[in-house]
């Protein structure tokens, strides 16, 4: 029966069979074409990364001496201004920011392009200054008002039939801290500047910063006030019991130039509690060796060291800020100091750093003259205590 069947499904199936086959056919051949799409499409893909890598790479090499077109147009400007004294260029520059809104003085002077006067300021930071650990605020004007209110409102107990008494009003002082120019006249010949491989903008950083790291620093400790900030050593100091305000209260060592352990316990403890707990110790490095050396009743050393690098070192538990211009361990004198100098002293600056290139006053060198406007002064007195090294 199957020999007679056979043949009448094959020719029944022939059909469906031509048809399969047709369709495998025709998957094959759109198969085939995609898979020739999509290498086509891969192989432009990698030709654009290639071009796009060459591209990027080329974007990335250093410019040549003589070539300096892809820079920022302000950072170009200054170039130019600084290597011959082209000012076209910083008189035409469109300014965008506000920061950047006096590109022109009115003295003749130009603002340092950003990434100069960003690097100026890292170092300025970077430096053993009461800068590092007081508050820093930037002003437009020419001085800045720290209002301190250091009374309290007075409060009482009141029942339900009584009548509530007046209590005390607060009063509130005013210190004004003027802002003071801050100057440095570096210098460079002009065959210097004409060397195209020599990096004027970070050397005239470098200069700059270093002066007024130096200069700011002394002012902060020992300024009079007058053209400069005013330091903490040039306020009257009063003995720490009949202490009042304006003035720094002292504690006395009760040896003559010298120090013991006590006393570095009482000056700690001299300090309100909300100052103390932001509280540290300045003095010089000679200072330092005297200090590092006492030993408390059961022979520990106050003083450790900082416990990674870079940390400060510490003296019961709070950090010590190494200020060289803090005076020397002396008969009378003020060589430690304590506190919160975050709020005890307040630092007002404008944050532009202004240069006048000057090639005629010293041929053949060129002088140039950076300005900064910074002032200085205690904001509240008392948040900072002084070790006196004396009897009394």
Request: net charge negative; aromatic share 8%.
């Amino acid at each position: 029966m199957s020999k007679t069947e056979s043949p009448a499904l094959t020719g029944e199936g022939a059909p469906l069979v031509q048809e399969v086959k047709q369709a495998m056919a025709g998957f094959v051949n759109e198969f085939k074409g995609l898979k020739a799409k999509v290498k086509t499409n891969m192989k432009q893909t990698e030709e654009r990364l290639t071009m796009l890598d060459r591209k990027s790479t080329i974007a990335a090499r250093p410019h040549l001496a003589a070539s300096i077109e892809d820079g920022a147009p302000h950072q170009k400007a200054f170039d130019a201004y600084v290597r011959c004294g082209d000012d076209d260029a910083l008189r035409g520059l469109e300014v965008e920011t506000k920061s950047l809104s006096s590109a022109v003085n009115s003295d003749g002077g130009y603002l340092v392009d950003p990434q100069t006067a960003e690097m100026v300021k890292s170092v300025l930071n970077s430096t053993a200054s009461i800068r590092s650990i007081a508050s820093v605020v930037n002003v437009e004007a020419n001085s800045f008002d720290v209002l301190i209110d250091h009374t309290d409102v007075g409060a009482g107990w009141a029942d339900e039939n009584s009548a509530t008494a007046e209590t005390a009003t607060p009063s509130i002082d005013r210190i004004s801290i003027p802002l003071h120019e801050l100057s440095a006249l570096p210098k460079a010949s002009q065959r210097l500047l004409d060397d195209s491989a020599f990096d004027v903008e970070g050397w005239l950083a470098g200069r700059i910063a270093d002066k007024f790291a130096r200069a700011e620093a002394a002012a902060f400790i020992n300024g009079d006030g007058v053209d400069k900030p005013k330091g903490i050593m040039n306020h009257r100091a009063m003995e720490n019991d009949s202490w009042g305000w304006d003035s720094l209260g002292y504690i006395a060592t009760g040896i003559d130039g010298g120090v013991e352990a006590d006393a570095i316990v009482d000056v700690v403890y001299a300090l309100g509690a909300q100052y103390r707990v932001n509280g540290t110790f300045v003095m010089n490095s000679k200072t330092a060796g005297l200090i590092r050396k006492l030993k408390d009743s059961d022979g520990r050393f106050l003083w450790s060291d900082g416990l990674a690098a870079g940390e400060p070192a510490r003296l019961m538990g709070y950090p010590v800020l190494i200020a060289e211009d803090m005076p020397d361990a002396a008969t009378d004198s003020f060589s430690i100091a304590f506190g919160d100098f975050q709020s005890g002293y307040t630092i007002a600056e404008r944050p532009d750093l202004r240069v006048l290139r000057d090639p005629f006053s010293a041929k053949p060198h060129v002088l140039f003259y950076a300005t900064k406007r910074v002032g200085g002064d205690v904001s509240d007195f008392a948040a900072i205590k002084l070790l006196k090294f004396g009897t009394a």
